[in-house]
Each structure stands twice: as C-alpha cells, then as structure tokens.
C-alpha cells in the first residue's frame, strides 16, 4: 500500500483559502501521482462519466473521472507534457481534454482493484483533508 504521509492540517488550510485546493503526491505501486483537489467546474465535469443507474453503478464509475481530472503529474511529469498529440483551441479547455484522454487511455482501463485502491488513497490523502479544512474555516 502507500506509504504513510505527515500531514500539516494548518498547511492543508492555507493551501485550501490561498490556492482553492489541496496537491498532493500519492506514491503508490512504484509510481508517484500527483492529485489536486477538485473545484466545482472539475467535479461538474466528472459527473458526467458517472452511470447513475444505481447506487451500485454510481458508487463503481464515480472512481476513474475523479482520478482522471484530479491528477496534475505522474511520476513527477505534468500531464500536459504526456500527450503531445493534443490539439487544443482554448487553453481553458485544456484540463478538460488531458482529463478525457486519461480517463479513455489509461483509468478506465484499469484493473478494478487498482482503481479502488488508488481511489482509497486520493480521499484519504486528498478529500478528507479538504474536508477537515473546510470544517475549520467555518469555526
């Protein structure tokens, strides 16, 4: 599994009222993915890869886009420089595309288990500290 982080929740705070979110590294099975958290135009982005036909199939696809759109690096590499075919008219629309293709080329193609896995550890790492600090901004 990854290994375990120190985390300072006074920075998570500061990163969360400074830059609107949380980036972190994730070092899981030899690789090191580098997650940010999500803002709402990015989250209104994942919903629409998520089947909701279900709780079962919510639960189950709701787990690649957010991966997809989330990540900013992998192994130390911007996204942006590991699709170098990309034609991209709007700037602005740029993360929305690089999130497409990760999410049609590489997380929707992967083994369940890895997703989940890797998933665990992008809310444990990423969304709960959001969370918590989001909790102390409102005190």
């Known amino acids: 599994m990854a290994e375990i982080e120190k985390r ?4 998570d705070l500061k990163s969360l009222l400074v830059d609107g979110s949380i980036c972190k590294d994730i070092t899981y099975e ?20 998520v089947q909701i036909d279900s709780p079962l199939a919510m639960a189950s696809t709701k787990r690649a886009p957010i991966l997809s759109i989330a ?14 075919d990309l ?3 709007d700037e602005e629309d740029k993360k929305f595309l690089i999130a497409h293709k990760l ?5 929707s193609k992967m ?9 665990s550890e992008y809310v444990r790492v990423i969304e709960k500290p959001v969370k918590k600090s989001i909790e102390e901004i409102k005190k």
Do not use: M
């Open 103 to 107: 999410f049609i080329e590489t997380f």
């Open 111 to 119: 083994k369940r288990e890895h997703i989940n896995n890797l998933y």
């Open 71 to 84: 990540l900013r690096a992998l192994d130390k590499v911007p996204v942006d420089q590991l699709f170098t």
């Open 30 to 49: 030899g690789h090191v993915y580098t997650f940010k958290s999500l803002n709402e135009e990015e989250e209104c982005w994942k919903d629409r890869y």
């Open 8 to 11: 300072d929740p006074l920075q």
């Open 87 to 89: 034609v991209v008219l």
